[in-house]
T-cell receptor
C-alpha cells in the first residue's frame, strides 16, 4: 500500500506567478486536506476536499484554490504568488472526513 | 488566536532520559488529540493519539497524558534515543463544523544527546 505522495518536491517561482501542486492520496482514502507550514511553525489548515467537494476552509484568501478528482487525488492552486507564500505545502489524506490524517512529504515552494 | 499552545520550544535530553512536551488548548469542542513527529525535509508522521474519554494512552516508549478539566495534554518519551531527535507537534481537532481540521501547536525541537 503506497502512502501519500506529492509533486513536485521543490519549486521556485517569482512573485505574481501561479503554481499548481499535486497530491495522490493513500489508497482507499476519500478525503484530502492541505496545509501550509512556514519555516519554524506548525502546519496551518488551508482547506479540505471530500468526495470532490470542498468540505471546509481555513483562513486563506481565495487565490488559494483546489480540486479533487474522481480518483481522490488533489491539486492546490495558488494565484498571484506573494513572498509570504514561501513555505512547505503538505497534503494529508484520510479514510473519511473525521479519520486520522496521514501526511505526504510536502512540496517546498520558494517565491522570489 | 492560537488555539493550541505548545511548550517548550526546544528540548535537550540525554540518551536514556525522559522527554516531556506539554500542550494546552482552548476550544472545548476538540475531541481528538494526536502527536506528530517531523524530521527535516519530511512531512509529519502520526506518533500517537488520544480521545478525551481516557486519561492516558501508551504505545511503546510513547505515552500521552490527558487532563480534560485543565485542557492540557502531554507527550512523554521514555528512554529517549538519538533517533528520536526531531520536531514534535501536538494537534487537536473537532468534527463539529462538519469537517475535521487539525490545529497544530508551534512545535518542539527535541535533541537527544548520545
Amino acid at each position: 500500500e503506497t502512502g501519500v505522495t506529492q509533486s513536485p518536491t521543490h519549486l521556485i517561482k517569482t512573485r505574481g506567478q501561479q503554481v499548481t501542486l499535486r497530491c495522490s492520496s493513500q489508497s482507499g482514502h476519500n478525503t484530502v486536506s492541505w496545509y501550509q507550514q512556514a519555516l519554524g511553525q506548525g502546519p496551518q489548515f488551508i482547506f479540505q476536499y471530500y468526495r470532490e467537494e470542498e468540505n471546509g476552509r481555513g483562513n486563506f484568501p481565495p487565490r488559494f484554490s483546489g480540486l479533487q478528482f474522481p480518483n481522490y487525488s488533489s491539486e492546490l492552486n495558488v494565484n498571484a504568488l506573494e513572498l509570504d507564500d514561501s513555505a512547505l505545502y503538505l497534503c494529508a489524506s484520510s479514510l473519511e472526513r473525521w479519520e486520522t490524517q496521514y501526511f505526504g512529504p510536502g512540496t517546498r515552494l520558494l517565491v522570489l | 488566536q492560537q488555539q493550541v499552545k505548545q511548550s517548550p520550544q526546544s528540548l535537550i535530553v540525554q540518551k536514556g532520559g525522559i522527554s516531556i512536551i506539554n500542550c494546552a488548548y482552548e476550544n472545548t469542542a476538540f475531541d481528538y488529540f494526536p502527536w506528530y513527529q517531523q524530521f527535516p525535509g519530511k512531512g509529519p508522521a502520526l506518533l500517537i493519539a488520544i480521545r478525551p474519554d481516557v486519561s492516558e494512552k501508551k504505545e511503546g516508549r510513547f505515552t500521552i497524558s490527558f487532563n480534560k478539566s485543565a485542557k492540557q495534554f502531554s507527550l512523554h518519551i521514555m528512554d529517549s534515543q538519538p533517533g528520536d531527535s526531531a520536531t514534535y507537534f501536538c494537534a487537536a481537532s473537532s468534527g463539529e463544523s462538519g469537517y475535521s481540521t487539525l490545529t497544530f501547536g508551534k512545535g518542539t525541537m527535541l535533541l537527544v544527546s548520545p
